[in-house]
């Protein structure tokens, strides 16, 4: 059997900016138990932030600031010592709650990992099992596979655009969606090579901590999670006035930002937009014909 993650009550609320955090970003995820005071400093060595303060034999502790979260001491030590904030009683609140809606995301790994709570062999595929637990608790299930594809579409897409756009090519014939597609690669002529995934949270707060100079080889998509997730979008068209969205956004183009908008209607996006008033040279006219595109749109 797989040991039991030992595990603690979330006591706080979403972060205000402190240290490392950005408001909504939970704080504390991991902690070291100090009352389980063994001191073998195995955490040290798989932390790949060197965000564990101790040594042999010393009580240990995590650096909040400096940690990634990326669950090695959580796995790797011996002791059982390292837990991590549930929120297992506040779900189970929220499903005993008949006006609330409950969905699981389930991620890939997870299919296979869970098998040996339900006393299969390890690496046995659990998805059936699992699945039927689920609706048995009152979960609506939603299979992080179809986000997950969908992120390396994006982030693949996003690549040859930049390849593309090094090469010296203005656009892309790509097929999206089941359509074929052409793209205006210009912009990303701006974005270095090679491309990083950005897929998953502890690798992008690694590089935001340690190497903030690769920040711009990060792929622009967002992780599973968040894809998984989304059902609306908002994006400004800024103005009408093309003159003006180009000086406003001198990489892109008014044309282009239409057209995302138009894609993501297609995709079953609830879409929303919006434009700037004020700028300077901005015409009354201009801003009747934003008022029109809200209406057409
Ligand atoms: S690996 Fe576990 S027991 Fe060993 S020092 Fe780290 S937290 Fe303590
Ligand atoms: S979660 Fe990862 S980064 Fe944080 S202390 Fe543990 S090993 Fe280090």
């Known amino acids: 059997m797989v040991s039991k993650v030992r595990t603690f009550k979330s006591e706080k609320g979403l972060s205000q900016d402190v240290g490392t955090y950005r408001r909504g970003e939970l704080r504390g995820v991991i902690r070291i138990n100090e009352e389980v005071y063994v001191g073998c400093d195995t955490c040290r060595g798989v932390c790949p932030a ?72 390890p690496g046995t595929l659990a998805l059936e099992k699992l699945w039927v637990a689920l609706k048995k608790a009152g979960f609506e299930i939603y299979d992080n596979n179809f986000a997950a594809d969908q992120t390396i579409l994006e982030e693949g897409t996003e690549l040859l655009a930049r390849i593309a756009a090094h090469a010296g090519l203005k656009e892309l014939p790509v097929y999206l969606w089941g359509k074929k597609r052409v793209l205006e690669v210009e912009e990303y002529k701006h974005k270095p090579l090679p491309q990083f995934t950005s897929c998953c949270p502890a690798w992008v707060r690694y590089v935001e901590l340690y190497y903030p100079d690769l920040i711009p080889y990060l792929s622009t998509c967002k992780s599973p999670q968040q894809m998984a997730g989304a059902d609306r979008f908002l994006l400004k068209h800024e103005t009408i006035d093309k003159t003006l969205f180009r000086w406003l956004k001198p990489d892109t183009n008014l044309t282009k930002r239409v057209r995302c908008l138009n894609w993501l209607k297609e995709l079953g996006y609830e879409v929303g937009t919006g434009c700037i008033v004020g700028l300077p040279g901005q015409r009354i006219e201009t801003l009747v014909e934003d008022l029109l595109f809200f209406t057409r749109n």
């Open 50 to 121: 060197d965000a564990i303060e101790g040594s042999v034999g010393e009580k240990h502790k995590i650096n909040l600031d400096k940690c990634v979260v990326c669950g090695q001491c959580l796995i790797n030590c011996p002791f059982d010592a390292v837990e991590q904030m549930s929120f297992v009683e506040d779900v189970l609140t929220k499903l005993k709650d008949k006006q609330t809606k409950v969905v699981a995301i389930v991620a890939p790994a997870v299919r296979v990992a869970i098998a040996e709570e339900f006393g299969a062999r």
